[in-house]
């Protein structure tokens, strides 16, 4: 009789170790099952997804992945976090976006659970004379405010510092950040006349007497809003990270006082292990820069939730996507986390909204216990790996922006516009044929939702980068669609055929019904083709299938007065067939070309 050890886990004791070659090659006898001819470093190729930035996900990695050493948190190169204890100490801040003059608003958030306040102020938010009843009733020795004012900073910084004064806050006490960003604000709007003096000045007084407020912010949310990738991102904010430490010495300042008036803000996505590691990396870079310059090397980062993954149909679903991004935030260790409402995209948020956005870092925080470890990600080979990576594509971004001269030469030259754009392009692709899904819209639509209304929110600066969602193309069928259902009473139909047995069509009749109605598209699929209302169809079942049967029943579907006929599956030569629908195909081509000819416009 076998006796197990004390501890009853060393159960492979005594079986041998396997390889990497082993894995391999079972990894090829799986392929091959499905038709593909692959061995060793080949199979596993196979696996393996291609990021943007040109970087690739593998599906296994080891101790033999290489990275340099992230060193510990709180110490250069600060891979593993800007602060020794992390998050730990209560987790990271809850800071809440405010763009309307809704004093309801900002105290209900403060008493259930955010710890600081992001106020959208002049173009974009509400004016700088609203500020005081904003902040009516607020503590302001306990409750940080960033401003985010544009043009504008000025006179919305030099009011809240009076606010401060008025209220006998000491200016020991007061926390927060200004919020000036002069190339953001360029970014966003084309605007290259920004005055960088009253900057300087504010960044000055900050330094010598309000030593926990911060004056400038490094927003790369504008370039990731313009399609840009996560090493474009870091590239871009490293850029004008190194334009604002020239600006503000050049003023007089210090590296180490300039260095320590700026706050850096990211997007975190749903995908969460980019997320962990741009975060990772945006540290590292920084420090990296630091050294150079002689300055103290920590990232104060804050993120917030994607705009762009934001869907206007299903907005439900926003929740999740915030839920994961948040965590990879935290993972990641951000000192600052927004989320963004589930109805951001839609308009002002409700309290239902609101509540939901700062609960989501509260149940992470408290209940989930994730910022009771040091950097969780440490140690995964896959985001140590990932993060090296990642650091080195968006070094080489900042290093392109910097032979063209900096960050405002880049973005006036139209050189940082055009990067965004062709990343943006290839991203689109992807979208339209479905190969990066966004559920509720592109996958699982649901045509029958009453479309969720919020009141308008201010109308964000605009002329320079544009802002770019996920959902754009197929929101746009889907509002054709929905006027056409407003003219007419019904939506555009097409009629699905199903060919044989359930066992035989189901597969294709889901994806069939999935892909029309992304495009606001009613499949009808019980009863015949001439009372379903519908001017074209699509057949559904499998290969065998077709092979005996799509040519006789197209033809017969266009003697009932079909204009066109779909077949879903890979293209073939069947008789009267006029297109396929098939994975992989372009779906918002083939769905704006059938409303096209129903007469939706």
């Avoid at 987790?91 to 955010?114: F, K, S, Y």
Wanted: charged content about 20%; aromatic content about 6%.
């Amino acid at each position: 009789m076998t006796v197990l050890p004390d501890d009853g886990l060393s159960l492979a004791a005594e079986f041998p170790d396997a390889t990497h070659e082993q894995w391999q090659r079972l990894v090829a006898g799986v392929l091959r099952k499905s038709g593909k001819e692959v061995s060793d470093d080949a199979a596993e190729d196979a696996l393996s997804t291609t990021l943007e930035d040109g970087l690739r996900a593998r599906p296994l990695y080891s101790a033999l992945d290489s990275a340099p050493d992230p060193g510990l948190p709180g110490f250069a190169p600060f891979t593993r976090g800007g602060r020794a204890e992390g998050n730990t100490l209560g987790g990271w801040d809850v800071r809440q976006r405010h763009t309307a003059a809704d004093n309801g608003a900002v105290l209900a958030d403060l008493e259930n659970g955010v710890a600081s306040l992001w106020l959208s102020v002049g173009a974009g938010g509400f004016p700088v004379s609203s500020l005081g009843p904003v902040l009516d009733g607020v503590y302001l020795d306990l409750a940080p405010v960033v401003l985010e004012a544009g043009r504008e900073v000025e006179p919305a910084a030099r009011e809240l510092l009076r606010l401060y004064e008025q209220r006998g806050v000491a200016r020991d006490v007061a926390r927060g950040n200004l919020g000036a960003d002069p190339l953001g604000h360029e970014a966003r709007t084309g605007d290259d006349g920004f005055d960088f003096a009253p900057v300087a000045a504010l960044a000055r007084l900050c330094a010598e007497e309000y030593p926990g407020l911060r004056a400038l912010t490094v927003d790369a949310l504008p370039y990731h809003e313009a399609g840009g990738s996560a090493a474009q991102e870091l590239g871009a904010s490293l850029a004008t990270g190194v334009a604002y430490l020239r600006e503000l010495t050049g003023a007089g300042l210090s590296v180490e006082q300039a260095a320590a008036q700026l706050e850096f803000r990211y997007a975190a996505t749903a995908d969460q292990f980019l997320t962990i590691a741009k975060l990772r990396a945006a540290r590292r870079l920084w420090a990296r820069v630091a050294e150079v310059c002689g300055a103290p090397g920590g990232q104060v980062q804050h993120a917030v939730t994607s705009p762009v993954m934001m869907s206007r149909r299903d907005p439900w679903v926003n929740m999740l996507r915030a839920t994961v991004a948040t965590l990879a935030a935290g993972v990641g260790g951000a000192e600052s986390v927004t989320v963004l409402p589930f109805d951001h995209a839609l308009g002002l948020p409700d309290a239902f909204a609101r509540r939901i956005a700062r609960n989501t870092s509260t149940i992470l925080v408290e209940e989930s216990h994730l910022a009771r470890v040091i950097d969780p990600a440490g140690g995964s080979w896959y985001v140590e790996r990932l993060t090296d990576e990642l650091a080195h594509a968006g070094w080489e971004f900042f290093q392109r922006i910097e032979r063209e001269g900096g960050q405002a030469a880049a973005l006036r030259s139209g050189r940082v516009g055009e990067e965004l754009a062709a990343t943006w392009a290839a991203r689109s692709a992807k979208l339209a044929k479905r190969r990066e899904p966004v559920t509720g819209v592109s996958e699982f639509p649901h045509l029958a939702e009453r479309l969720v209304a919020r009141e308008p929110a201010p109308e964000p600066p605009s002329g320079g980068l544009p802002r770019v969602r996920r959902d754009e193309a197929y929101e746009n069928l889907r509002a054709r669609s929905d006027a056409h259902l407003a003219a007419t009473g019904t939506r555009p139909r097409i009629f699905l055929a199903a060919l044989g047995p359930a066992a035989a069509h189901t597969a294709r009749l889901t994806f069939a019904s999935n892909l029309f109605q992304a495009g606001g598209i009613e499949p009808v699929t019980e009863g015949a083709f001439e009372d379903s209302g519908a001017t074209e169809a699509c057949l559904c079942s499998s290969d065998a299938l077709y092979e005996e049967q799509a040519a006789e029943v197209t033809a017969s579907l266009k003697s009932a007065g079909a204009a066109q006929v779909f077949l879903a599956g890979r293209p073939g030569q069947y008789s009267g067939v006029d297109a396929y629908v098939f994975a992989g195909c372009d779906a918002v081509a083939v769905l704006s070309a059938t409303l096209d000819r129903m007469g939706v416009s």
